[in-house]
């Protein structure tokens, strides 16, 4: 992962004047990299930073994530230790200017957000690495290629997609790197490494909970949530990669067992809310003529059955007789298209 990814997601929690306009696409990137990977860790920019990381040098999710221990800083080498090629160079401003062409809007709403933000504009002064100097024969040509970007947007975006191939480098070809979508046409293989993950996404469904407010919009709320269903999903197969070996049936049954032990929220299953309500309705034609009352009020408890969602406490759902009987609300939040 990278800090750009973690600053992304930060996105979400604060009501900045600016944003990341792929916040939710980090938000999704960052929790499942880590609920279906072993180890996760953060390469940094330069040896000063990964002698000196605290929190103050890091995005509010990564400092949650990295105490929980969801989250480790690769200390074995930076950035600015891998020296880039003229051909390497000659490439990436040929792909960065391909992009940027399609994504300049896009590319103004981040550089704002990055380079305007208080809170991040701290930890870059602490980190060091965004200036805006040696504006050399590189930025010219940017320039020349992308004249109504402003210089320091412009410069600001190119070294952080720049940064990309370093990043690989550094973890080596053997891990896989999920980037901040500003990164992901800085490769050679027109297959973004961000698309390696499956078809079932925790990060989807917990995005899903959070926008429709059944879970607090609160970076220590969603650590620690992530951190719990990584537990889980680690204890009873859930992972999108084991998933992916299941039926289709088999494979709900594992996400609810997880959503129940996670304590989400689940709902009784819509053919077992109809029968309900079918059995109150038939209840109450059958007392029609002998008890208007009776009637009444099972004519009101069917209309209440045929509107209720059927929400119900995670903990329900391990009550025998009820567990085959329930789902879990919003699911289709988590599956790709292809799932």
Sequence with gaps: MDTTTGHG????????EYADPWADRCFVLLFDTIINHETVVLPLWSSAAIANVDDATLPIIMREARRSGALEILSTSSADDISLTAEQVDRLIIQFVSWALAEKKAIRAWA?????????????????????????????????????????????????????????????????????PIRERAFEDPVSPNRTLLSWSWGRYLLRLMQDGEMRRHPGVVAETVCRIRELTREHGASAYSLELLSPKARSERLLDVAVRARFPVSLQTQTRDLMAGALEGGALAAAPFKPMVTYVLGMGAVLARRWKGGLPGTVARIPFIKGKVELPGQEAGWSRSG
């Design 112 to 180: 704002r957000y990055h380079l305007h933000t208080k809170r991040i504009q701290t930890v870059r002064r602490s980190a060091g690495p965004w200036t805006a100097e040696g504006r050399t024969t590189e930025f010219h040509r940017l320039q020349a290629a992308l004249p109504d970007l402003p210089a320091d947007e412009l410069w600001f975006a190119y070294q952080t997609f720049v940064r990309a191939a370093q990043y690989f480098d550094v973890v080596g070809e053997s891990t896989p790197y999920f980037v901040h």
């Design 9 to 16: 997601v930060d996105a979400i929690f604060f009501d900045d």
